[in-house]
């Protein structure tokens, strides 16, 4: 079974500070991985793809792939009190390279 | 209209019901998604239809019918729910190429909040 692992948090930064959210992933031959954020009552939003080893920069969002270590992560600086919301790490798996996504992290950010 | 598109928003069916979800994205797009989320659930994947052909079923009940009429609508089908297919639905899509090896990003609908009583 392709597994996606997140911790579900919550986890608390406060505003202006750097938020680290992580992603560890079993498939190892996964290709292709994204980061949504999903608001409460929301539907998930893509924020990030990254496809290969290294940091892929966007605005205020940061995403980290090490295929090696079989390890996504999205950093958010100076988090603001709406990135307060549930990030959900999804990665490409199975025969059909379908997506498969984690329980989500749960941010808050503190004013 | 952009983006995807899903109605009902919201929906209470009773057991004995019979109910559809529609779904339409207007992205040009040529693959799309059903998913179930549940709380403290991840995102189940539920049915694919890439290029209008079911890739794709989970298995997934029978008590959920898919269907694809052509690369912009997506619909599914529900009868004889039980209580715990409350959940989320969503909608997704995505613009992929047979043989392409890194499938490109999806975009999701704002979903159908659905309710079995």
């Known amino acids: 079974q392709k597994e996606v692992e997140q911790n579900s948090g919550p986890l608390s930064v406060p505003e202006g500070a750097i938020a680290s959210l992580n992603c560890t992933y079993s498939?190892?031959?996964?290709?292709?991985f994204f980061w949504y954020r999903q608001y409460s009552g929301k539907s998930p939003e893509l924020i990030m793809s990254i496809y290969s080893n290294g940091d892929k920069e966007d605005g205020r969002f940061t995403a980290q792939l090490n295929k090696a270590s079989q390890y996504v992560s999205l950093l958010i600086r100076d988090s603001q009190p709406s990135d307060s919301a549930t990030y959900l790490c999804?990665?490409?798996?199975?025969?059909?390279?379908?997506?498969?996504f984690g329980k989500g992290t749960k941010l808050s950010v503190k004013p | 209209e952009t983006g995807v598109t899903q109605t009902p928003r919201h929906l209470v069916m009773g057991m004995t019901n019979k109910k559809s979800l529609k779904c339409e994205q207007h992205l040009g797009h040529n693959a799309m998604y059903w998913y179930k989320q549940s709380a403290k659930k991840p995102l189940e994947l539920m049915f694919v239809y890439n290029f209008k052909e079911q890739t794709e079923n989970n298995s997934v009940p029978s008590r959920f019918s898919p269907e694809c009429p052509n690369s912009s609508h997506l619909f599914l089908h529900l009868h004889t729910l039980q209580p715990e297919d409350s959940a989320l639905y969503l909608c997704a899509s995505s613009q992929d190429r047979r043989g392409r090896s890194a499938p490109s990003e999806q975009y999701f609908g704002p979903g159908t909040r659905l309710t079995v009583t």
């Open positions: 999804a990665v490409t798996g199975g025969s059909q390279g379908n997506l498969i």
């Open positions: 498939d190892r031959v996964s290709q292709s």
